[in-house]
């Protein structure tokens, strides 16, 4: 094993967790490695809801470019991050095992929540803003962007009764307040708690390296929740949540897209055995298109490029 395995990553204190993560299960199995940690553009243009800025794949683009180039060998990227379209020449390699898929929300009190006060709570995502106002629909929803510990410093020092996170980006880091409330009734991000590895097409070494850290119900259930993502969106970015979970050789699916303001709501449940779920997210999605989604995405496009 004479090659150096470069892991390519961003600089944020997740990600430089994840990297890490995968680079020392790589050693474990004998292969030597690096990390290269990089600032993506995402991370760097802070100023402007994500959204607004009108192109996907923002902070994982830096990467495809360090990668193509040949800078790096494998990038490690949170799952939910990654376009469902790869781009030319890279391919998925590995999913790690899954970590707790749920959001939570981070607060200083949570007594507005009972008492039906009004409240700011703020989110950079149009999933988790929809999925708020339509359950509290008094309450204000405020943009908030940035890495994990820039928004939880951006929380303390607002106004703000709250703010929502993804409870895997918080446990990494060690930083999961003990009283933050687990949001189970908020569908996820398709991926959510998943960490993806991607390589060169071309580089058999590196592919065989990284075939050893792939968990294969993980990426079961991740490519059955973005096959529901990508045949939704049609390349914009929208309130869409999805998740799978399996248990006893079956999948339990459930999938939802909401309205920009939370009102509107299509929701699928399905479940169905292990060996037939193949196609289940494209299925869902199509399902969901006919129920009213087909509509309901035309009206977020439109919308969001009212934005742009
Ligand atoms: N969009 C940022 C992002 N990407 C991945 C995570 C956390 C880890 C994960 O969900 O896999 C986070 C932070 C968050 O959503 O609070």
Same mark, same amino acid.
Request: glycine share 4%; net charge positive; charged share 25%.
């Given at each position: 094993m004479s090659k150096i395995i470069r892991i390519g990553t961003r600089d944020s204190e997740l990600a430089l967790w994840q990297a890490t993560t995968v680079q020392n299960k790589l050693e474990t199995l004998g292969y030597d490695t690096i990390l290269v940690p990089t600032k993506s553009m995402g991370d760097q &243009? #802070? !100023? /402007? *809801?994500l959204y607004e800025l009108? &192109?996907?794949g923002i902070f994982t683009k830096t990467l495809d470019v360090a990668l193509l180039k040949g800078d790096i060998d494998v990038a490690v990227h949170s799952? /939910? !991050? &990654?376009?469902?379209q790869l781009p030319k020449g890279i391919v998925q390699v590995a999913v790690l095992e899954r970590a707790v898929t749920h959001d939570i929300l981070v607060h200083k009190g949570s007594g507005f929540l009972e008492q039906d006060q009004p409240a700011t709570i703020a989110t950079g995502s149009l999933r988790r803003k929809a999925q708020w106002l339509n359950k509290y629909p008094d309450h204000k929803v405020v943009d908030l962007r940035g890495n994990v510990n820039t928004r939880l410093l951006k929380l303390i020092e607002n106004n703000w009764q709250g703010a929502i996170f993804a409870q895997a980006g918080l446990e990494r880091i060690k #930083? #999961? *307040? /003990?009283d933050a409330i687990q949001l189970d009734w908020m569908v996820p991000a398709p991926a959510q708690g998943a960490m993806l590895v991607v390589a060169k097409q071309e580089d058999d070494f590196t592919q065989q390296a990284l075939a +050893? #850290?792939? +968990?294969s119900e993980t990426e079961v259930a991740t490519t059955i929740e973005r096959e529901f993502l990508r045949t939704l969106e049609g390349g914009c970015t929208a309130p869409i949540g999805a998740l799978a979970q399996i248990k006893d050789k079956k999948v339990h699916f459930k999938g939802v897209v909401f309205s920009l303001d939370g009102k509107q709501k299509i929701e699928i449940k399905k479940e169905v055995k292990l060996s037939e779920a193949k196609n289940l997210g494209k299925a869902c999605a199509e399902e969901v298109l006919k129920n009213g989604g087909d509509k309901l995405m035309q009206e977020i496009r439109n919308e969001n490029s009212a934005v742009h």
């Open positions: &243009v #802070l !100023d /402007k *809801p009108g &192109v996907t799952m /939910k !991050d &990654v376009p469902t #930083l #999961l *307040p /003990k +050893h #850290l792939n +968990h």
